[in-house]
């Protein structure tokens, strides 16, 4: 099934490039919940004007798309700068929140996703949104929109090894900001 979607948006992507309006609205329709994801994680309520720009950017350099390599980072990528550009362009708002709504669950399979999953809402926004911008848009593609180290690679513009680096770097500052309830309790605990 996998296979059928890749060739699917290949095709998709193929047609788009040759002009088709509507092939690329599927390309749309397929990634808008990840580009909005990682445009708000960047530009905050600015995130849906960044997207669709990005989108219009997207579609206008699908000419210099090397067919065949992976569309989602190449896009989210688009996507990043442009909510970039946003965020440079507009006044900074108080109590900026990320749009989480639909962020995949948790899989357990790490430290790090499990501690995602057990947080609140709350707590992880205030967390995330205090780490710099790089920080943000590295947690966001792989927690947030689900993106293997290969495809942050891309999207990034950098080596593999560069991607687990920035997130174990990412996961340390995430840590940090994050509130101390367990070992509080231990420590107070040890003293009673």
């Known amino acids: 099934m996998g296979g059928e979607d890749r060739l699917d948006e290949t095709e998709l992507v193929e047609q788009a490039k040759a002009g088709d309006l509507e092939a690329f609205g599927r390309l749309v329709v397929e990634h808008q919940r990840a580009a909005i994801r990682v445009a708000y994680v960047i530009a905050g309520s600015d995130a849906e004007d960044a997207a669709q720009e990005a989108f ?3 579609f206008r350099a699908l000419g210099r798309f090397r067919s065949g390599s992976p569309f989602r980072p190449w896009l989210l990528r688009i996507v990043a700068n442009e909510a ?3 965020r440079r362009g507009a006044t900074r708002r108080a109590g900026l929140a990320l749009r989480l709504a639909d962020a ?3 899989t357990g399979r790490s430290p790090e996703e499990t501690v995602l999953a057990a947080l609140t809402r709350d707590e992880l926004v205030r967390a995330v949104s205090g780490l710099p911008e790089r ?4 947690l966001a593609y792989r927690f947030f929109v689900g993106l293997s180290e290969a495809e942050m ?3 990034m513009s950098c080596r593999p ?3 687990k680096s920035r997130l174990a770097r990412a996961l340390t500052r995430l840590r940090q900001a994050l509130p101390d309830e ?3 309790e231990s420590s107070e605990a040890s003293h009673g």
């Open 56 to 58: 219009v950017k997207a």
């Open 84 to 86: 970039r550009n946003h």
């Open 104 to 106: 995949p669950p948790a």
């Open 135 to 138: 920080d943000r848009l590295t």
């Open 153 to 155: 690679a891309t999207a």
């Open 161 to 163: 090894g560069t991607v």
């Open 182 to 184: 367990p070992a509080a």
